[in-house]
């Protein structure tokens, strides 16, 4: 049972359009949801994170956006450039007892110029 | 400030022999993490090490999996024997617990595993 669903699995977006990756969780003692940022020969690398308390943060060209009654947290990407191409996971994790990152599968984006 | 560094980058095996992969995180972290992404899917833990210590193993996947931390630094993880499912690529990460509960977790580049 996968406790954190992401979609779409793969995007192809447009120089300077909006970039839109969606995630849902199931566990709601999760207080903590990181993206992630991976590109090719790479580790994942964190990009952005929020927790439950807020309904939106923002970072830059990166906005994490949050519901807490419908358990979705999305990923927006402004000004998609193709220096964005990469694959983002979305995760979840508890502050306390288990520390382990749950993942989604993963969303291939790629920026066409 | 180096990096978490996984070695080897990629490792090609035949079914039924053994594995080694071995991670060094940043230098301070006493949080270790064993993950593994099978092709297409989603990165699934395996193990969490604090210093020497296993913290958890709830996502290992069976006995054929032995992970060490000999004195809190690096950390192997060995697979034996190897099988066709055990390919992908295995990822370590390390943190720095702050006392908040919220760490950022460093992940190293990967080790891909291809059992033929």
């Known amino acids: 049972q996968q406790q954190v669903k992401q979609s779409p699995q793969s995007l192809i977006v447009q120089k300077g359009g909006i970039s839109i990756i969606n995630c849902a969780y199931e566990?709601?003692?999760?207080?903590?949801f990181p993206w992630y940022q991976q590109f090719p020969g790479k580790g994942p690398a964190l990009l952005i994170a929020?927790?439950?308390?807020?309904s939106e943060k923002k970072e830059g060209r990166f906005t994490i956006s949050f519901n807490k009654s419908a358990k979705q947290f999305s990923l927006h990407i402004m000004d998609s450039q193709p220096g964005d191409s990469a694959t983002y996971f979305c995760a979840a994790r508890r502050d306390t007892g288990r520390r382990a990152l749950t993942f989604g599968s993963g969303t291939r984006l790629q920026v066409q110029p | 400030e180096a990096g978490v560094t996984q070695f080897p980058s990629h490792s090609v095996i035949e079914k039924g022999q053994t594995v080694t992969l071995r991670c060094d995180p940043i230098?301070?972290?006493?949080?270790l993490y064993w993950y593994r992404r099978v092709m297409g899917k989603e990165i699934k833990f395996l193990l969490h090490f604090v210093k020497e210590s296993k913290q958890d193993e709830s996502g290992m996947p069976n006995n054929r999996f032995l992970a060490e931390r000999t004195g809190g630094t690096y950390s192997t993880l060995k697979v034996q024997p190897a099988e066709l499912e055990d390919s992908g690529v295995y990822f370590c990460?390390?943190?720095?617990?702050?006392?908040?509960?919220?760490?950022?977790?460093?992940f190293g580049p990967g080790t891909r595993l291809t059992v033929l």
């Open positions: 566990n709601t003692a999760f207080d903590y």
């Open positions: 990460a390390s943190s720095y617990l702050q006392g908040s509960g919220t760490d950022t977790q460093y």
């Open positions: 230098s301070g972290h006493d949080n």
């Open positions: 929020i927790r439950p308390d807020v």
